[in-house]
């Protein structure tokens, strides 16, 4: 296919109102309907088709009330516009859509590519995201509309292998949260389109007799992706500071957290003051973003794919909700390898809705798009991670 993206067209108006149209004869309409029915626009003979690709790909769009279509690319459109006529299946060009059908950039809070393997497949997430908009429609909740839009954006920039994506954590002593004992951070990036990661974990010499061990269990000695490196105070600094320098020099920088309130004041604490200018909480709206330092919570990340808009669940839950298994957790450079484990896990699947009826198949709450994570846990008591935050709390 040639040419270029001008927009988007809803999946429902290029199938049931473009072959409708007054200027579309009923040759032209009968060929589009053909071409585009689903099981003809998932195999791999459609002239949609993209080598490499099991299925159709298809867009998912996210409006700017949070509800979500199913789209054709303008492109896409176009091109099967001048393939009917060039198969001398019409006698004449087809008209475009009406102008009134075209969606802009500007329009969506975000597009991703998504692929249907099968007509099957395509019907049942039409009918699945049908049902979701009315629910969202009537659930009037906007931090919940935040996270799935938040959702969206993150798996369009994720998978259009945007930037460098960095996830950091830090641990202090628990009783006194201003006393820093470890830092931990994992990255990846994309060199010539294949993924690169690094990590490390750094443990502050002079705390080392810090432990904590009453609401929370270190893990300090327990790093497993990586060797533990010592290191004083003032080197401490340096280093995440360096390391800070370093992700700047990037055109676009998407740090990740898990619960991003608490590292970030570290970040700025005595101890470590990295200069954060330009860290914005407000992820870019183009494919293209320059010179900026964004903030990714995967704490926001998770509720938008549970459907809840204030829960503050804890990594470790999360990890395990997502398949994960982690394993010392409280270890600063754990942490943040899985963190951005999580990350990674939710923004290289589907769509919002999709991802979510495939992770917990049945289990949606009737009328709402919550998956109620609790009943879904084995265990009753609260994990590390709440008393942490409980703790946490308290002290501030």
Known sequence: MTGSV?????????????????????EAAEAIKAVLAHDALCSNENPLHI????????????????????????????????????????????????SNCLLRDQDLRGVCPQVFKTGGDLKIASKQIGKNNKSIKKS????????RNTFERVRSLWQGKVGVWCAVDFEAWELDHRLITEFGWSLIRWEDGKEVQQEGHLIVKEHRLYTN??????????????????????????????????????????????DANEDIKYLRSSMVEVDLTGLSYTLPSGSSPQN??????????????????????????????LGLNPEFMHNAGNDAHYTLAACKEMANGDAVDLQRDKRWPGQTVP???????????????????????????ALN
């Open 367 to 393: 009328g709402t798009l919550r998956v109620d994570i609790d009943a879904l846990d084995d265990e009753d008591a609260p994990e590390s991670d709440d008393l942490e935050e409980i703790y946490q709390k």
């Open 51 to 98: 080598d490499g690709v099991d299925g159709a790909q298809l867009f998912i769009g996210t409006l700017k009330s949070g509800e979500n279509r199913i789209l054709f690319s303008s492109k896409q459109v176009e091109y099967i516009r001048y393939w009917v006529h060039a198969m001398r299946l019409t006698e004449s060009l087809a008209p475009l859509p009406h």
């Open 213 to 258: 061990s009453v609401y929370v269990r270190g893990n300090r000695d327990n790093y497993k992706h990586g060797v533990s490196e010592i290191v004083t105070k003032k080197d401490f600094k340096d280093r995440v500071q360096k390391l800070f320098h370093d992700l700047k020099s990037n055109d676009s920088v998407f740090l990740v957290f898990h």
């Open 292 to 321: 900026d330092i964004f903030v990714v919570d995967t704490v926001d990340l998770f509720g938008g794919l549970q459907g809840e808009g204030n829960s503050s669940r804890g990594l470790e839950q999360v990890c395990n909700q």
């Open 140 to 147: 009037n909740d906007p931090p919940l509309t935040f996270r």
């Open 6 to 26: 001008k927009g988007y067209y809803r999946y429902t108006d290029i199938w049931f109102k473009w072959p409708e149209q007054k200027d579309v004869g009923p």
